[in-house]
């Protein structure tokens, strides 16, 4: 079955970027969307279509896709950006999630 | 404006059968490139994906699951249900439906999930 990797955690400090990464084999060829979640919340999608933002998603998050690595990036990252971040593929017209990452933000 | 919202029971003993409803508003399920999902989480962990129906019918499972899985819909009351059946406590999760966009992006489909319930915690106990 098809898999996506994430690290498990990634640390930043205020006003610097965040990069998320998510792998996967030939993950280039799918979209890869990414959601967010905080503690005791349902997940808020941030990306989806690789780079598309949906409304009311800061500008500060951003998204590609290329090989077999999608990654997400938060520029000017903010305390609220603290949460878990999940990477998100289909294979076959089955979904997939990855790993997850917690973001830190010190 | 579309919502949507879990119910079912808090807590099935092993062996049983659970029957979740999604019921939502703010779209139609028989409208093209709409489908609803389901989503669970086990305590701690990361999601996973569950099963998929689309706004003709068609359905799409997870894989590792397909066997105890069925999704329906009745389009005239606005719902989606879920059951699994044969229930063990490693099922215990919080239980999420979400509203699906797809389409054709050229190389591949995309699909997203842009609204998502509250989700709803199972307990699997005898």
């Known amino acids: 079955s098809y898999e996506l990797t994430q690290p498990p955690s990634v640390s930043v400090s205020p006003g610097q970027t965040a990069s998320i990464t998510c792998s996967g084999d030939k993950l280039g060829y799918k979209f890869a969307s990414w959601y967010q979640q905080k503690p005791g919340q349902s997940p808020v999608l941030v990306i989806y279509?690789?780079?598309k933002r949906p409304s009311g998603i800061p500008e500060r998050f951003s998204g590609s896709n290329s090989g077999n690595t999608a990654t997400l990036t938060i520029s000017g990252t903010q305390a609220m950006d603290e949460a878990d971040y999940y990477c998100?593929?289909?294979?076959?017209?089955?979904?997939?999630f990855g790993t997850g990452t917690k973001v830190t933000v010190l | 404006q579309i919502t949507l919202k879990e119910s079912g029971p808090t807590l099935v003993k092993p062996t049983q059968t659970l029957t979740l409803t999604c019921t939502f508003s703010g779209f139609s399920l028989s409208t093209s490139g709409v489908g609803v999902g389901w989503i669970r989480q086990s305590p701690g962990k990361a999601l996973e994906w569950l099963a998929l129906?689309?706004?003709?019918?068609?359905?799409r499972y997870s894989p590792s699951l397909r066997s105890r899985l069925t999704i329906t819909k009745d389009t005239s009351k606005n719902q989606v249900v879920l059951t699994m059946t044969n229930m063990d406590p490693v099922d215990t999760a919080t239980y999420y439906c979400?509203?699906?966009?797809?389409?054709?992006?050229?190389?591949?489909?995309?699909?997203?999930?842009?609204?998502w319930g509250k989700g709803t915690t199972v307990t699997v106990s005898s």
């Open positions: 279509r690789n780079n």
């Open positions: 979400a509203h699906t966009v797809y389409g054709s992006g050229g190389y591949d489909y995309y699909y997203y999930m842009d609204v």
């Open positions: 129906i689309y706004w003709d019918d068609d359905k």
């Open positions: 998100q593929a289909w294979d076959s017209s089955t979904g997939v």
